[in-house]
């Protein structure tokens, strides 16, 4: 689908039949963070998926999980890379984050757009995306982003690693809380010599 030539997907078609969506850009920032939140049960996430996008809930669940994830991105069905996630091996840091960016993003937002995203109605989640997508590398999210996801190369100076590694320190996306004591038992059993046996 096309951004510029198609019309912008308010329904999915579920088994051939018509299923009207929240296709709003605030239910997929809800549905984004939720499927980020850890304290949220794996098993109960695609139950609340569907609550949250669908007004009448399909009974073929499995395909309108499909079609939620179709809509979330953006009609894209390959696996590409998207602003906010670095490709590459290992675990990757998020890069950006809608419940701890909220402030860089509502300001890069107005300053560039003049959109307001507390009083805007209607904004679909595509066009948001495209518009998120295009924030100027100026904005104060852009550089906080581009602090997160850089890698720091051995061949760089000094002065300069320690200031990008600052950076990254400053502006990392905090852990979740599940993983953040699980980071605190870990440096707790270090100090302690303890036994690092079910923790790692």
């Given at each position: 689908m096309?951004?510029?030539?198609?019309?912008?997907?308010?329904?999915?078609?579920?088994?051939?039949?018509?299923?009207?969506?929240?296709w709003d850009h605030r239910t997929a920032i809800l549905y984004e963070t939720m499927m980020l939140d850890e304290e949220v049960e794996g098993a109960e996430k695609p139950l609340?998926?569907?609550?949250?996008?669908?007004?009448?809930?399909?009974?073929?669940?499995?395909?309108?999980?499909?079609g939620i994830q179709w809509f979330y991105r953006c009609g894209i069905v390959d696996d590409?890379?998207?602003?906010?996630?670095?490709?590459?091996?290992?675990?990757?840091?998020?890069?950006?984050?809608?419940e701890h960016d909220d402030s860089y993003i509502y300001s890069a937002f107005l300053e560039q757009y003049g959109l307001d995203l507390t009083e805007v109605q209607g904004l679909h989640w595509w066009r948001?995306?495209?518009?998120?997508q295009g924030l100027s590398e100026d904005?104060?999210?852009?550089?906080?982003?581009?602090?997160?996801?850089?890698?720091?190369p051995e061949s760089m100076g000094k002065e300069q690693k320690e200031f990008y590694r600052k950076m990254k320190e400053q502006y990392r996306v905090p852990l979740?809380?599940?993983?953040?004591?699980?980071?605190?038992?870990?440096?707790?059993?270090?100090?302690?010599?303890?036994?690092?046996?079910?923790?790692?």
């Open positions: 096309s951004l510029l030539l198609d019309p912008l997907p308010k329904n999915l078609y579920i088994n051939g039949k018509e299923y009207a969506i929240r609340l998926a569907l609550r949250l996008f669908y007004p009448i809930i399909p009974t073929d669940w499995a395909e309108a999980l499909e590409v890379s998207v602003k906010g996630k670095k490709k590459g091996k290992g675990k990757q840091d998020r890069i950006y984050s809608f948001f995306r495209a518009l998120f904005s104060a999210l852009c550089k906080i982003m581009g602090y997160r996801g850089m890698d720091i979740a809380k599940g993983e953040q004591e699980k980071m605190n038992a870990i440096e707790q059993a270090l100090l302690s010599g303890g036994d690092l046996t079910g923790l790692l």
